[in-house]
Nanobody, 128 residues
Framework: QVQLVESGGGLVQTGGSLRLSCAASGGTFSDYFLGWFRQAPGNEREFVSVISWTGGATYYADSVKGRFTISRDNAKNMVYLQMNNLKPEDTALYYC?????????????????????WGQGTQVTVSA
């Protein structure tokens, strides 16, 4: 029933910006964490950022800290990832995910296996 649909990916040059969006539906999400993950060809899926739906606590991977900002609009059931100062290393398929983590620390949201629902992914390509 829960569905997540990402959008906003594209091709940008090094140093450019993109804003990814995730439209969530089919749930209340009050106990959920909404996360962003990415996967490049040949690599494991890796954590990017997470936000708690109710409290708005956030956590970021070291590789994106200071460059990416996660946010959400509860009224619109939307989650965003503002990506600034993009680097070629950021090139990947980006996924939105939702997990019922309850009162867990937001740090727990960095684990892939904590998430129950995943979007289809949106491609981000950063050229030199």
């Amino acid at each position: 029933q829960v569905q997540l649909v990402e959008s906003g990916g594209g091709l940008v040059q090094t140093g450019g910006s993109l804003r990814l969006s995730c439209a969530a539906s089919g749930g209340t999400f009050s106990d959920y964490f909404l996360g962003w993950f990415r996967q490049a060809p040949g690599n494991e899926r890796e954590f990017v950022s997470v936000i708690s739906w109710t409290g708005g606590a956030t956590y970021y991977a070291d590789s994106v800290k200071g460059r990416f900002t996660i946010s959400r609009d509860n009224a619109k059931n939307m989650v965003y990832l503002q990506m600034n100062n993009l680097k070629p290393e950021d090139t990947a398929l980006y996924y939105c995910a939702a997990g019922d983590l309850g009162s867990s620390s937001v740090v727990a949201g960095m684990r892939v296996d904590e998430y129950d629902y995943w979007g289809q992914g949106t491609q981000v390509t950063v050229s030199a």
